[in-house]
């Protein structure tokens, strides 16, 4: 999802809202798996935009309701479905929509150890032999920190973190002790 929030589908939100709203309310497993098939089709349907990972994360969260095995844990997944198109919930830190987490395909929610290379693009190089790759700062602005804050390295080396904070319009502020490597960081940031 990146730093906006949208569905991008052919139908509106209120429409998607709608139809979980009324599937809350559903006695049988079968008729939710039914309209859900429907619902699947609806979305797949000419002029959507089927290979948007916002139409893919709802077709999930629907794929993930038609596999409950109860009716009881069908309408949790529901409860949760409708929460996500109807509030938004952030915790403070940053502007992550919690109710939606899982659409933030940028941040990862897995171990970052397993990143199998090093971001070289823009001015990143591995020049400077303390470096880390961009990754980490990345993830963690993007997790812990909202557009236009400030994000202060006190290791700032070849400026990696200070590379990736303006990438995501973070102030920046480095502190580096080698003045030959402050110079280097002067020329990529």
């Known amino acids: 999802m990146g730093e906006a929030d949208h569905i991008a589908s052919p139908l ?12 809350k309310s559903a006695t049988s497993i079968t008729t939710i798996r039914e309209t859900i098939a429907e619902l699947g089709e609806t979305l797949h349907s000419d002029g959507a935009a089927g290979d948007s990972h916002e139409v893919e994360f709802l077709l999930a969260r629907l794929d993930q309701v038609a596999a409950s095995r109860t009716l009881e844990r069908a309408h949790y997944y529901l409860s949760r479905l409708e929460r996500s198109f109807s509030q938004v919930r952030t915790n403070g830190v940053n502007d992550i929509n ?16 397993l990143i199998e290379r ?3 693009s823009g001015v990143h190089s591995a020049d400077y032999w303390g470096n880390f790759i961009p990754q ?6 993007r997790r812990y920190t909202r557009r236009g804050e400030w994000v202060l390295d006190t290791f700032a080396g070849a400026g990696t973190t200070l590379i990736e904070g303006q990438r995501l319009g973070r102030h920046t502020l480095g502190i580096e002790l ?3 490597v402050v110079e280097q960081a002067r020329r990529l940031v």
């Open 12 to 23: 509106p939100a209120e429409a998607i809202l709608a139809r979980i709203r009324a599937l």
């Open 98 to 113: 919690l109710n939606r987490w899982q659409e933030y395909t940028d941040i990862l929610t897995d171990s970052l150890w």
């Open 118 to 120: 090093r971001d070289n």
């Open 136 to 141: 980490i700062p990345y993830q963690m602005m």
């Open 178 to 180: 080698n003045p030959a």
